[in-house]
């Protein structure tokens, strides 16, 4: 018999909600290594010849269990929050609770078979964690500047030591993303790829191959959008409703923050940008339409240069 298997992820517990026929079993694991192989047995327990796990994108909270399972031989469905929450919508669901939402995310992976999700190489994850900290840090960096201006001086020394110590960090970790991405054949092609883009450096870089390393897992360039959060979202209803287009955001967030200065960059020297912004100019678009426009655009030619493995050539648009 066929089950699907519904996982709530926390930092420190993971609820479980196996999906039977029309019957619930539920469990709660810890979420590290121990509570991964808890899980593993139990299942094994279960009486089913095939098991379907779906949890949802919750960053590195649920990377270890996804990874886990999948490792043994699980196929393993990792969705976009938004997608459980419309559906829990259609359900007209009351309850907002873990075991709650384990069963709820069962049920969507019963209903609607998600796509498997398989985990990126272990250089990719050693990468993703390098730029994970990075803007950790360099989030910690700004509220100390912010700070810092107002500070009295009992503690502006400590603010001051404390920048110091940050701006030495982050140059160290750069250098290691650096370093990390010369020691990997592919990913130093990859990077002299997107290096070739007017508009992409070098911080780009690095989040670019941390999410978009692996082109093939997108049918296209619209797909891409979709999953940085780029898509236009248009609001029109019969005549009277004609609400104003705004893009998704529903998306990668930080790859889609990560888009906005070299796309204004790429509007002034990247000969298909610039020709692209320059008849929105001449429709009259407003500047921030314009922007977003540019970084959507920037964002087809990074995967279109990874999916051929062709260097930019400003001849084709």
Not at 44 to 57: F, G, K, N
Not at 165 to 179: N, P, S, V, Y
Not at 260 to 266: D, E, K, S
Request: charged share 20%; net charge positive; hydrophobic share 45%.
């Amino acid at each position: 018999m066929e089950a699907d298997l519904g996982l709530d992820v926390a930092k420190r517990k993971v609820d479980v909600a196996l999906l039977v026929g029309e019957k619930f079993k539920t469990k709660v694991f810890s979420n590290d290594a121990t509570g991964f192989r808890a899980l593993t047995a139990w299942l094994a327990t279960q009486r089913v010849s095939t098991t379907r796990v779906c949890l949802e994108a919750t960053g590195p909270y649920g990377e270890a269990v996804a990874t886990y399972l999948h490792d043994h031989g699980y196929r393993v469905s990792v969705v976009n929050p938004a997608q459980i929450k419309a559906f829990a919508a259609t359900l007209l669901s009351r309850n907002k609770t873990d075991r709650a939402d384990a069963r709820l995310i069962a049920r969507f992976s019963a209903l609607h078979r998600p796509p498997a999700w398989r985990p990126p190489a272990l250089e990719i994850r050693v990468l993703q964690a390098l730029v994970r900290r990075l803007e950790a840090l360099q989030d910690m960096l700004q509220q100390e500047q912010n700070r810092l201006p107002t500070a009295e001086p009992a503690v502006a020394g400590a603010i001051a030591r404390h920048l110091e110590f940050l701006r030495l960090e982050i140059a160290q970790l750069r250098q290691q993303i650096h370093e990390h991405i010369d020691q990997h054949p592919g990913l130093r092609h990859q990077q002299t790829l997107l290096a070739s883009i007017p508009g992409i450096g070098a911080a780009t870089i690095a989040q670019i191959l941390t999410f978009l390393s692996q082109p093939g897992d997108f049918g296209s360039a619209r797909q891409v959008t979709a999953f940085v959060g780029l898509s236009p979202r248009q609001h029109l209803s019969g005549s009277s409703v004609h609400g104003r287009t705004h893009i998704s955001k529903t998306g990668h967030a930080s790859l889609r923050k990560a888009f906005y200065m070299p796309a204004l960059v790429a509007w002034r020297y990247n000969p298909i940008v610039r020709a692209f912004c320059a008849r929105l100019e001449a429709a009259g678009k407003p500047r921030m339409v314009i922007a977003v426009a540019a970084m959507r655009k920037l964002l087809h030619i990074v995967y279109g240069v990874l999916k051929s493995g062709q260097p930019f050539n400003p001849t084709i648009a």
